[in-house]
């Protein structure tokens, strides 16, 4: 396994929804809306192009609750999170292409 070191104890990783992407139609609006988190948390990607773009990405977390880390940026429930399993064939394709920025998202990249 690929991630036979990984302390699944220690560490846990989320995929990051952000919950309005329909309202998102110039890309520097994607952009405004993740500065401050992505500033804080260095976690999330936008994706597409102008009047299409999505907000989505991973946080690796020490623990395994995500509420303690995403209430420290004000706006965090305009996001929905989600536990990944690395074990599963889906998540891993996600957090790989996520971490190599080369993650494809219904086609926007």
Do not use: H
Not at 34 to 60: H, K, P, Q, Y
Not at 78 to 101: I, M, P, Q, V
Request: charged share 30%; with cysteine; hydrophobic share 40%.
């Amino acid at each position: 396994m690929v991630y036979e070191n990984f302390d699944k104890e220690g560490f846990s990783i989320y995929r990051v929804y952000f919950r309005y992407n329909e309202g998102l139609t110039l890309i520097f609006m994607s952009s405004n809306q993740i500065g401050g988190f992505f500033n804080r948390l260095e976690a999330f990607t936008v994706f597409g192009a102008a009047n299409d773009s999505i907000i989505t990405g991973a946080l690796i977390l020490r623990g395994q609750d995500v509420k303690p880390v995403a209430e420290a940026v004000p706006d965090y429930e305009r996001c929905d999170y989600r536990k990944l399993d690395l074990e599963n064939s889906e998540d891993n394709t996600f957090f790989e292409g996520a971490l190599a920025w080369d993650l494809r998202i219904d086609d926007k990249k």
